[in-house]
């Protein structure tokens, strides 16, 4: 048991790190060739990394995390519940104190003030990127966390897998907005991160959670689409 917890650990430690590690290259290189190499590299090392240690280290049958436990409704419920808050937020909020033009002029430099563009990246995130965040911060790390703790329960592998989730997003925060910004989306992040890992633990599919994630994606986006595009 005690060489499982250290293998599951040396799991969740080698796999977290990536999408950090591509955020703060691509902010610290000048060169745009480069920077665009290793994030295609860390988007294959987050799918090849889990599916090699999943079936081959640990012998695995291939998986495709089917529904059989339900679980659609309460994931569109979250989702929406997600995307409203992020709606309000902004009309309430947001557009009182956020400098859309310092946002405009820092995301514009790729193109996002183009809608084909923006809406392609909206396209991407949702369908792409959203389901290969909840092939590593759900399932892999996740499950990993349940076996690093044993059988104390879900409430320490979903506080595990939401602080790592978490983590990742603050290097976007912080490069992006204000200090103040910062705290308000990282505390966001961090509770989207239970509920979906709360979510992944009761119905133990990655398309339910991913569903949910999509549904907030959608709020995010609008919010976006209104910034970039006026």
Not at 151 to 172: C, E, M, N, Q, R
Request: net charge neutral.
């Amino acid at each position: 048991m005690e060489a499982e917890r250290r293998r599951a650990w040396i799991a969740i430690l080698l796999i977290a790190p990536i999408p950090t590690f591509n955020l703060l290259f691509s902010q610290f290189t000048s060169d745009g060739a480069l920077s665009q190499a290793v994030f295609v590299l860390s988007k294959i090392l987050l799918l090849a990394i889990p599916l090699w240690w999943y079936l081959k280290l640990e012998g695995n049958p291939i998986s495709w995390s089917r529904p059989t436990q339900g679980g659609w409704g309460v994931a569109t419920a979250l989702g929406l519940g997600m995307g409203g808050v992020i709606l309000a937020a902004w009309f309430v909020i947001g557009v009182r104190v956020i400098d859309v033009e310092d946002i405009r002029t820092t995301w514009g430099v790729f193109g996002m003030t183009d809608w084909r563009i923006l809406l392609a990246a909206c396209l991407y995130w949702i369908f792409l990127n959203s389901v290969l965040e909840e092939f590593v911060f759900r399932w892999f790390i996740t499950t990993r966390a349940e076996t690093v703790f044993g059988d104390s329960g879900v409430v320490k592998p979903i506080l595990l897998s939401a602080t790592v989730f978490t983590i990742h997003h603050i290097v976007v925060l912080a490069f992006s907005v204000v200090w103040w910004v910062v705290v308000l989306g990282t505390t966001a992040i961090f509770v989207s991160g239970l509920l979906f890992s709360w979510l992944y633990l009761r119905y133990r599919s990655v398309w339910v959670v991913w569903l949910c994630h999509a549904i907030a994606d959608v709020g995010l986006f609008i919010v976006i689409a209104i910034i970039m595009l006026g």
